[in-house]
C-alpha cells in the first residue's frame, strides 16, 4: 500500500496512488538525499503540527498584519524556549526546515536575523567585534537585521545616499539619512523587530569617500524597545504578499557610533582615520553567490508545493464529460489540464535537482577558495545571477499556472498558492533585480567567447561555448535510444546558447563599429544579451537534470526519464524559433519534437499523483485545502470559510449604512 | 503648455511631456470618443475627489475586510443619496465611471446587483415579476445578487445540483442542497450584502428534470437583515484580491418560493406543473456575450492604469550610469526597461480600442437580433470568447511586467499595481474559464473550416480562413511604405491563423481515423485547437487596432502608427517559429522584424509619458504613489508608509514575546 494513502482518503486520489507505476517513497529518497533524511523531516513536522504552541489557528490569511505579527512573534518565543530538545541548532538545514513548518512560508521576527545579520556579522565582524556580538546574536539575546537597500538606490549600490563620516575627534562615526531618497526602505524586520542592524553606509573620511561599508547600529532600546536617538524606524506598509513580515524604513540623524563599530574584518580605519582597504576587492562575493544558489532551491520548492496542489486537486474535481454518456471525469484527464499542469511538475523536478547541483558547486568553490583557489567564483558567480533570474521568474508564472488550474478555487487563499506566488514571484527583484543579473551573466558570457576566440581554456559552465558544433541537427533520429535522443535534445540548448550569445556579440560589435562607445553600445544590445543568458542558465538546469537521473537509483529512473524527457521536449518545443532559425531543425522535426510531448504526457498521466506525493510535502506546510492529502475538499473548503473573519456574525455592522440607504431609497418614492 | 504639466512637478517628467511629438489631449479625445466626454470624465472625477464623502483616508490597503466592506457601505449610502444631482444615472458609462471614482477598484455593496441581477431581472423576468420588483431592484430598495456557480460546479452548468421542485399541491418551488458541493459558492455580494438572489436551480416536475433555470429568492430579512429560514448564508473567505467585496456562499433547506417566482419571460411552469420550453434554446446568449465584449475594455483598463504608473515612475527614477562619466540615467532609457514597457502600451492601446470595436460589433449584433436576424451571434460569441481569454491573459501578465519594471517597490502595495494584477488575472478564470472558452472558439474555427471546404460563405471574423494565401511572406519588403509594411504583417498574422486552424482539424481527423470516437479524438486535440484560438483572437485585435489606427485624426497618426507598427512586430516576433515553420518567413525576415522592434522603441522613447497621460486616469483612480501625475513619488512613499496601520504606535504589543525571549535567552547562559 503505498505511504500516502490512508482510510478515509477521497477514492480518486487512493485509485491514483495505487496506479503508481514507481514508488514515491524511493523517489522522495532520492530528492531529499536518504530514506533517514525523509523520515527526519516528517519527524520534524509531525513534531510541529501536534504542538499547540505552534496553532496556526485561526489561518494566518484571516488575521490582519499585526496579528499576524502578534501570532508569530509568540510562536517565536515559544519556539526558542524549546528549540534544543527539537533539533540541532547548528544544523542549518534543520533549522530551515523547522521554522518552516512553524511558520509556513509567513514572515517572523527573527527570520533576516538568520538570514543576512549573522551570516554578514560571522563575515565581516573584526575579533573584538565578535568576541563583544557574536554569541549575543548566536544566542538571539539581540535581533538583528541588514539595512542596505534605500528608496532611491536598491541595484546601484555605489550610489547609496547613506553617508558615516568619521570624526577623529572622537572616534566616531557619524551615520547621516541625508535626503527622504536616502532613507533605509524593504529591508526585513526592520520596522517593527529588530533592534540591531547592520547599516550599509558611505565611509567618508576626511572629506574623502571610499564607497559603502558596513557598521553596526543600535536601533531600539533592548528594555523598551523605543528607537534610540536619532533613529526613525517603521514598517513600509503592506505588499503584494509576505505581510506577515515588518519590511522597515530607516533614517538616522545623526546618529553616532564608535570607531569599533564598523565591521573591520577585512578594511581597517585606524582611530586617526588612516583607512586600510580591503586585500581582496570581492569580499563579500562568495555570500551572495550562496543566496542565489539557494534561491534555485526555494523557487522551486514554492513550485514543487504549487505543483502538489494542483495535481492532486485535478484528480479529485470532477467536471463536464469527454464521452456524453460517461459521468464527469476528473479534470486531470483533459489534454490541456495535462499540458498546463505536467511540465510544471517536470519544471519542478528539474529547478530541484538542479539547485542541489549549484549547491554542490558552490560548496566546492568555498573549498577552493579555502585553499586559496578563486578560479572557480567568476563561473559560479555568473551561473547563479543567470540562474536565479530564470528560475523566479519560470518557477513563479509556473505557480501562477498552478494555480489557475484549480479554476476558481485557485483564486481562494484556501487554495494556499496565491500565497506561493506572491513569495516567488518576489525573487524576481530581491537579491538583483533579473534583468541586470541577467547582463552579469551575459558579460561573462562575452568574456568566455573572446576566450574561445583566443583558444583559451573554458570554465566548467560555458565549455559548450568552445564545442565544435553539428551543423544540423540529429534531434528525432534516434526514436529507439532514449539516451541518445536525450543527448540529441541537450545539443540543440548548447546550439542555441551558442549562437545567441555569439548574435548578441555581434549586435554589441557592431554598434562599436558604428562609432557608439562601448557602453552605449551595451545598452543597445541588452536585450539580446539577455536573451542569450536565459539560455545559458536553461542548458545548465537541462543539463543537471539529466545528469541527476542519469546517477539516480534504478526504481525511479524510468519515471524520472519520463520527466526529463517531457521537460526537454517541452522546452525546445518553447525555444522552437531559435532551431528554425537557421536551419538547425525543420518543420518535420519540429511536429516530431511536439508529438513527443503528448506521448510523455500521457506516459506520466499514470504517476501524476505519485511524483507530486513525493514531493512529500506536509499537509501544514501546503496550508491548501484543495490540496490535502486526504483529498477531502468539499467539506473542508465549507469550514475554511465558515471561519472567515467576516463570519464571526450573521449581520456585520455595515448593515446599518446599507439599511438606512434602502429605507431613503424608499422614501424617494 | 501640456495639459498634464504643473508648476511643482518632478522635472524629469515635465521634459518629458514637453519633449512629446504630439498632443496628448487629442489623443485622449480620440481614446473616449470626444473632447466632451473626456472634459467630462475629468469633471467627476474632480466632484468625488473633492467629496470628503468618498473620501479614502485611510487607503483602503491598509485595513482589514469588515473595515474595508463598512467604508464602501457608507460611500455607498452617501453616493446613492445624491447620485441623481451627479450624474444621469441612466447613462451606463457614467454611472460606471462614477462608481469607479468612488469605489476605486474595490468592491462595493451594490456591484453585483448593477453587473448582473438587474440585466438577469430585466432580460428574464416575466411581466407580473417585473412590475412587482423592477423598480425596487432599479431604485435599490432591495439588494440583489446572481447564484449560479456552486463548489463543485462552475463551468459545465447542466450538472448544477441545487435543485428547485414544483410542488403542485402548494404551486410553490421547494429549492434545496443536497450536497456540500452543491452549496453556491463565489457569487459577489452574496456573502454579507445582498438581500435577495436570482438562484439558479435543476427544475424538476413531477421526477422529470428540465436542466438549471432562475429563481427569485429572499436571502436576508428587509428589516434586520438576518438570513431567511432555511437559508444559510457567509462570506468564502479572503482571496489573492478583491477582497473589499463579499464573494459568498449559500446553502438552502428545503425553501419555498411561489411559483411565480421563478423568471418566466421565456419559459413557464403552469400552476399544474405544465412545463413550456423557450422558443430559441440560447435565449441568454445575447448577455454573455456582452460581459465577455466588455472584458476585453476592462482588462485594457487595467493595463494601461499599470502601464501609466510603471511608465510615470520609469521617468523619474534614477539609478545606474549607461555612461560611466554622465550622471544616473533615467531607468526608461534602458533598452531592456523599454523593450519590457512600451510593447505593454502599445498592447493596452490594442486592446482599447479592439475592445472599442467589439463593443460596436455588439451594438449591431442587438440591432440585427431585434429585427430577427440572429446571423450575427455565433460570429461574436467566438470572437467574444476567444478575446476574452487571450486579453485576460496577455494583460494580467503585462500587467506584471509593468510592476516588475518598478523594482521593489512595485511590489508595495503603494504602487498600485499589486491590485491591478489580482484583478485582471481574474478575468482568466471568471465568466468562462479560459481554456473551455478557446475551445468554444476553436469549435466555430472547425465549423468555419468546413464551410470553405463547402463553398459556403464565411462569416466576418473569420473571412481570413477563405482568403488566397500567398505561399511566401512580403514581410520586409515594403520597407519604405508603412502602409504595405502594416498590411504585409497582419497578412502574416492570417497565415498563422489559418495554418493553425488546418493543424488542429488535421490532428482531430487523424485521432478519428485511428478510431477514437469524435469526443476523445476532440480532447486529444484541444491543445493544438486552443493554440489556433488564440491566434484567431489575435489576428482581430491586430486588424482592429490597424483599422482604429487608420481612422484616428491626423494628429495623432503618426504616434499610433509607431505603436501600431511596434506591437505588430512584436507579436510577430512572438510568433517567430509559425512563421519559420513552413517556410513562410526565412531568417533574415525575421532578423529584420526583431531589428524594427529596437526602430520602433526608439521612436516611441520620446512620447512614452504622453502616451500614458493619454489614458486620463485620475491620481485617485490610479491609487498609486509611484504613478502620480507630479512625479514626486519618494516623500509621497515615506508619507504613506508612515499612515500603515503597524506605524500608529512605535512598540507593538508583539514586542511583550520579544522581550521575554530576549530575556530568557540571556538567561540561558
Keep these: 500500500m503505498p505511504h500516502h494513502v490512508k482510510s478515509g482518503d477521497n477514492p480518486d486520489l487512493t485509485k491514483e496512488r495505487k496506479a503508481a507505476t514507481f514508488n514515491a517513497e524511493d523517489l522522495s529518497a532520492f530528492l531529499y538525499g536518504s530514506k533517514e533524511k525523509v523520515e527526519r523531516r516528517r519527524e520534524i513536522s509531525r513534531i510541529v503540527a501536534s504542538d499547540p504552541d505552534f496553532s496556526n489557528t485561526p489561518p494566518l490569511e484571516f488575521i490582519d498584519r499585526e496579528k499576524r505579527i502578534d501570532v508569530q512573534a509568540k510562536k517565536t518565543r515559544r519556539l526558542l524556549g524549546k528549540i534544543h530538545e527539537l533539533i540541532d541548532f547548528t544544523n542549518d538545514d534543520e533549522r530551515e526546515l523547522l521554522f518552516t513548518e512553524v511558520f509556513v512560508s509567513d514572515g517572523f521576527p527573527i527570520f533576516l536575523h538568520f538570514a543576512m545579520f549573522l551570516p554578514v556579522l560571522q563575515g565581516q565582524a573584526h575579533e573584538e567585534m565578535a568576541d563583544e556580538w557574536l554569541s549575543k546574536a548566536m544566542n538571539i539575546e539581540i535581533i538583528g537585521t541588514y539595512a542596505q537597500t534605500e528608496m532611491g538606490h536598491g541595484t546601484n549600490l555605489k550610489e547609496l545616499e547613506t553617508i558615516a563620516t568619521y570624526d577623529k575627534q572622537?572616534?566616531?562615526?557619524?551615520l547621516h539619512t541625508p535626503t527622504r531618497s536616502a532613507t533605509k526602505w524593504w529591508p526585513g524586520?526592520?520596522?517593527?523587530m529588530a533592534n540591531y542592524a547592520i547599516v550599509t553606509a558611505q565611509l567618508h573620511i576626511d572629506g574623502k569617500s571610499y564607497g559603502p561599508h558596513n557598521f553596526f547600529v543600535q536601533l531600539r532600546s533592548e528594555n523598551d524597545h523605543r528607537p534610540m536617538a536619532g533613529i526613525t524606524v517603521g514598517d513600509i506598509g503592506p505588499k503584494m504578499g509576505a505581510n506577515g513580515i515588518d519590511n522597515g524604513f530607516l533614517a538616522l540623524d545623526r546618529v553616532r557610533i564608535p570607531r569599533t563599530r564598523m565591521l573591520m574584518k577585512y578594511v581597517k580605519v585606524a582611530p586617526d582615520g588612516t583607512y586600510t582597504?580591503?586585500?581582496?576587492?570581492?569580499?563579500?562575493?562568495?555570500?551572495?553567490?550562496?543566496?542565489?544558489?539557494?534561491?534555485?532551491?526555494?523557487?522551486?520548492?514554492?513550485?514543487?508545493?504549487?505543483?502538489?496542489?494542483?495535481?492532486?486537486?485535478?484528480?479529485?474535481?470532477?467536471?463536464?464529460?469527454?464521452?456524453?454518456?460517461?459521468?464527469?471525469?476528473?479534470?486531470?484527464?483533459?489534454?490541456?489540464?495535462?499540458?498546463?499542469?505536467?511540465?510544471?511538475?517536470?519544471?519542478?523536478?528539474?529547478?530541484?535537482?538542479s539547485g542541489s547541483e549549484v549547491e554542490d558547486l558552490y560548496k566546492?568553490?568555498?573549498?577552493?577558495?579555502?585553499?586559496?583557489?578563486?578560479?572557480?567564483?567568476?563561473?559560479?558567480?555568473?551561473?547563479?545571477?543567470?540562474?536565479?533570474?530564470?528560475?523566479s521568474f519560470s518557477c513563479a508564472t509556473a505557480v501562477e499556472q498552478c494555480r489557475m488550474a484549480c479554476g476558481g478555487h485557485g483564486y481562494s487563499m484556501a487554495s494556499g498558492i496565491p500565497n506561493l506566488y506572491t513569495f516567488a514571484i518576489a525573487g524576481c527583484t530581491y537579491e538583483g533585480e533579473n534583468m541586470v543579473m541577467l547582463q552579469q551573466a551575459a558579460r561573462y558570457l562575452m568574456k568566455s567567447l573572446d576566450?574561445?576566440?583566443?583558444?583559451?581554456?573554458?570554465?566548467?559552465?560555458?565549455?559548450?561555448?568552445?564545442?565544435?558544433?553539428?551543423?544540423?541537427?540529429?534531434?528525432?533520429?534516434?526514436?529507439?535510444?532514449?539516451?541518445?535522443?536525450?543527448?540529441?535534445?541537450?545539443?540543440?540548448?548548447?546550439?542555441?546558447?551558442?549562437?545567441?550569445?555569439?548574435?548578441?556579440?555581434?549586435?554589441?560589435?557592431?554598434?562599436?563599429?558604428?562609432?557608439e562607445s562601448k557602453e552605449r553600445a551595451w545598452n543597445g544590445a541588452t536585450v539580446e544579451m539577455n536573451k542569450a543568458a536565459r539560455v545559458y542558465?536553461?542548458?545548465?538546469?537541462?543539463?543537471?537534470?539529466?545528469?541527476?537521473?542519469?546517477?539516480?537509483?534504478?526504481?525511479?529512473?524510468?519515471?524520472?526519464?519520463?520527466?526529463?524527457?517531457?521537460?526537454?521536449?517541452?522546452?525546445?518545443?518553447?525555444?522552437?524559433?531559435?532551431?528554425?532559425?537557421?536551419?538547425?531543425?525543420?518543420?518535420?522535426?519540429?511536429?516530431?519534437?511536439k508529438q513527443r510531448i503528448y506521448d510523455d504526457l500521457a506516459k506520466i498521466r499514470p504517476n501524476a499523483v505519485?511524483?507530486?506525493?513525493a514531493f512529500d510535502h506536509s499537509d501544514r506546510l501546503l496550508n491548501s485545502v484543495l490540496g490535502r492529502r486526504d483529498g477531502n475538499v468539499y467539506e473542508a473548503l465549507f469550514q475554511w470559510a465558515k471561519a472567515s473573519e467576516l463570519n464571526y456574525t450573521?449581520?456585520?455592522?455595515?448593515?446599518?449604512?446599507?439599511?438606512?440607504?434602502?429605507e431613503e431609497n424608499r422614501a424617494k418614492i
Design 537 to 593: 542558465a536553461r542548458l545548465f538546469i537541462a543539463r543537471s537534470f539529466a545528469r541527476r537521473v542519469a546517477s539516480s537509483p534504478a526504481s525511479v529512473r524510468p519515471v524520472l526519464t519520463d520527466l526529463l524527457s517531457l521537460y526537454l521536449h517541452y522546452e525546445c518545443v518553447d525555444m522552437t524559433h531559435h532551431l528554425l532559425h537557421d536551419g538547425y531543425c525543420n518543420g518535420e522535426q519540429i511536429e516530431y519534437l
Design 451 to 515: 576566450k574561445t576566440a583566443r583558444g583559451e581554456p573554458l570554465s566548467y559552465s560555458v565549455e559548450f561555448l568552445g564545442k565544435k558544433m553539428e551543423t544540423r541537427s540529429n534531434v528525432g533520429l534516434h526514436k529507439n535510444n532514449q539516451k541518445e535522443e536525450i543527448e540529441a535534445l541537450l545539443c540543440s540548448f548548447e546550439h542555441i546558447a551558442t549562437r545567441l550569445t555569439v548574435v548578441a556579440s555581434q549586435k554589441l560589435q557592431n554598434r562599436m563599429k558604428m562609432g
Design 650 to 662: 450573521d449581520v456585520l455592522p455595515a448593515f446599518d449604512h446599507i439599511k438606512q440607504m434602502m
Design 277 to 353: 582597504p580591503p586585500l581582496h576587492s570581492k569580499v563579500n562575493y562568495g555570500g551572495m553567490v550562496h543566496v542565489r544558489a539557494h534561491m534555485v532551491t526555494s523557487m522551486a520548492t514554492y513550485l514543487s508545493m504549487a505543483a502538489t496542489i494542483a495535481t492532486r486537486y485535478s484528480a479529485i474535481r470532477r467536471q463536464g464529460r469527454i464521452e456524453p454518456n460517461l459521468p464527469e471525469v476528473q479534470v486531470i484527464d483533459y489534454q490541456t489540464q495535462q499540458y498546463r499542469l505536467f511540465p510544471q511538475i517536470a519544471r519542478a523536478y528539474a529547478c530541484l535537482l
Design 610 to 613: 505519485a511524483l507530486v506525493d
Design 170 to 174: 572622537n572616534e566616531e562615526f557619524v
Design 364 to 391: 566546492k568553490t568555498v573549498q577552493g577558495l579555502n585553499r586559496g583557489e578563486a578560479d572557480l567564483l567568476p563561473d559560479l558567480h555568473a551561473l547563479t545571477s543567470a540562474l536565479k533570474s530564470v528560475c
Design 189 to 192: 524586520n526592520l520596522g517593527k
